[in-house]
């Protein structure tokens, strides 16, 4: 046991701004196990960069631009009122869940009222300050080779994380899957519907795993190995990334045995740093690269698989 939090505490010491909780527990039984982890992954500011160039990335959400701005200036004046009632602790929970159904729902009817174009997703990926972390494509490229399966959860759009993977990793993978609201266009690529329910900031959790979809490959066909839904369930060890302690509720549902959690503080540590380092098993600080998190995930392929 000891080794593994030798091994961690060397590992994550060469890799910035980090703190560790004692986790041997954990990573001895996922090292012991023949039952494969699988990760958990938010986008937006956790595959995501934090800052970019000295400015604030772009999410996955806020990037979008309609070819009628006059529908950028609507779903900005959403966001203007919403928003502040999401962090609201004088709002119940229940209470909050509606309203942010609302917003959502409102939102999405805005996309379609103004005529949405795939087209104008590709350029507004393009045209967007938006980056993956540094150690991203290598940990996906690991997984993939692994078999091992990969969720990104995201209250954003899904067609808009499968253009920004397309247009700044240029592939796809076959082990990663993203629960987020998806898209339905016409045969002119404009947009006409939403599938499923509303995934939104206080509901992406496994309970939504029904909704994960495969990536599409270069020709737009659904890049995966069939319906995987069933294995995914009876998966017990979980690696959790996320920049909110709310992404801790991704797993919710689930019926693991022990879970590993990395948390990223992009913003304000001073005052968040007590409430995130009792949440997160490890954490990193200031918008730090995903290096440690491959170095943690290539340990634990390598020991499953002897």
Not at 18 to 41: M, Q
Request: proline share 2%.
């Amino acid at each position: 046991m000891h080794f593994f939090i030798y091994l961690y505490d060397k590992m994550f010491s060469l890799e910035g701004s980090c703190y560790l909780r004692s986790i041997g527990v954990s990573l001895g039984y996922i090292c012991r196990t023949s039952s494969i982890t699988y990760y958990f992954h938010n986008f937006d500011a956790t595959l995501t960069k934090y800052w970019i160039n000295g400015c604030r990335g772009q999410s996955s959400h806020n990037l979008l631009q309609q070819e009628d701005p006059e529908y950028n200036v609507k779903r900005q004046t959403l966001y203007d009122y919403y928003h502040p009632l999401e962090f609201d602790p004088a709002i119940p929970l229940d209470e909050k869940a509606k309203l942010m159904v609302e917003w959502w729902e409102k939102t999405h009817a805005l996309l379609i009222e103004g005529g949405l174009t795939y087209n104008a997703i590709q350029n507004s990926v393009a045209e967007a300050t938006i980056a993956f972390r540094d150690g991203v494509t290598e940990l996906f490229e690991l997984l993939e080779e692994k078999g091992v399966p990969v969720l990104i959860f995201s209250a954003g759009l899904a067609d808009i994380i499968e253009e920004v993977l397309k247009q700044k990793v240029h592939r796809s993978f076959k082990n990663v899957r993203i629960v987020s609201n998806r898209m339905v266009f016409d045969e002119n690529g404009r947009l006409q519907s939403f599938k499923g329910k509303t995934i939104h900031v206080l509901n992406k959790n496994e309970h939504a795993l029904d909704m994960a979809a495969p990536l599409h490959d270069h020709c737009d066909d659904l890049n995966g190995l069939g319906d995987e839904k069933s294995s995914l369930k009876k998966r017990t060890n979980v690696l959790l990334l996320g920049d909110h302690i709310g992404d801790l509720g991704m797993s919710d549902g689930l019926d693991y045995e022990t879970r590993i959690s990395v948390g990223f503080l992009n913003d304000k540590v001073e005052s968040s740093l007590e409430s995130y380092r009792k949440a997160f098993d490890i954490l990193y600080l200031n918008d730090s690269s995903m290096h440690g998190v491959v170095k943690l995930a290539s340990h634990l392929c390598s020991t499953e698989s002897d």
